[in-house]
């Protein structure tokens, strides 16, 4: 399990509660909003006030997403790794290819503000929650 903290991120075995690793940020990321990582634990992913950023768990360097990006609400990998999902105060549905950071697709069902985003075990649904307390 991964923890945010005031220097960066902690992994913590869930079961002992004993830090596993620490990784540190960019100074961008300071203001961190959201936290993923992917199902295979090879990337983590952080949501920010206008974009994200993009690691592989362990030695890498930090890859910047698109600037003008709105605030980054809630970040969610799907179960197989293939996509990284955002949402945010833009209320769209941004769904990532996590190894190049690419855009591939964009969802606006003009909701407002989305708050979360969550992909369902088996990677064949998804649901994005409204600032009004609506599921997409």
């Known amino acids: 399990a991964w923890a945010g903290s005031a220097s960066g991120l902690v992994q913590l ?3 002992a ?9 960019p100074a ?3 203001r961190g909003k959201s936290l993923a990582v992917s199902p295979d634990g090879t990337t983590i992913a ?5 974009g994200l950023f993009l690691r592989p768990n362990g030695p890498g360097d930090w890859v910047a997403g698109p600037g003008g990006m709105s ?6 990998f ?6 990284l999902l955002s949402v945010g105060l833009d209320g769209l549905v941004r769904f990532w290819d996590p190894a190049g950071l690419i855009e591939s697709r964009v969802f606006n069902w ?3 503000p989305l708050r979360a985003v969550a992909v ?13 307390r609506g599921v997409v």
């Open 46 to 50: 952080v949501g920010l006030e206008r």
């Open 78 to 83: 799907d179960p197989a790794g293939r996509w």
């Open 110 to 112: 003009n909701t407002g």
């Open 13 to 15: 075995d869930p079961l």
């Open 17 to 25: 509660g004993d830090v596993l690793g620490r990784t540190t940020l």
């Open 71 to 76: 605030r980054v609400t809630s970040l969610s």
């Open 120 to 132: 369902s075990a088996d990677g064949s649904l998804a649901a994005a929650a409204t600032a009004r």
């Open 28 to 30: 961008a990321c300071s």
